[in-house]
């Protein structure tokens, strides 16, 4: 898998680097992990600070679009990005664990009106 990156704008009030790019790979698309790991080892940063927004194929080639932020520090991140985004970082166990929480949350409310 090989990532080019072709542009980085910085936005310095959002605290981030917003980046487009392409991946090329061969076989299967890689998972959204593999491309943040690739990302963050391009880039000089971690793995945590980087959110992939958006990554989208072709029928039929082996390279896909790509748009991502790279965050100044992780409690910008939290403030900055949207809840989904930050979801699809989480692993497939904490995403697990985190539906059953909201799942637990929401049976112990009561409806309202009641």
């Known amino acids: 898998m090989e990532v080019s990156i072709s ?4 936005k310095a009030l959002l605290g981030r680097i917003e980046i487009q790019g392409e991946v090329s790979f061969k076989g ?3 998972s959204r992990s593999e491309v943040r790991k690739k990302l963050a080892e391009q ?3 971690s793995e945590e600070l980087i959110v992939l927004r958006r990554m989208e194929t072709d029928f039929g080639r082996r390279k896909a679009e790509i748009s991502a932020n790279l965050y100044s520090d992780k409690a ?5 990005e949207p809840k989904i985004y930050q ?5 497939k166990e904490a995403r697990e664990k985190l539906k059953q929480a909201r799942k637990e949350g929401s049976a112990e409310k ?3 009106g009641q």
């Open 76 to 80: 910008v991140l939290e403030k900055t």
């Open 7 to 10: 542009s980085k704008k910085e």
């Open 87 to 91: 979801n699809r970082m989480l692993s």
């Open 28 to 30: 299967a698309t890689p």
């Open 110 to 112: 009561p409806a309202e």
């Open 43 to 45: 880039l000089g940063s």
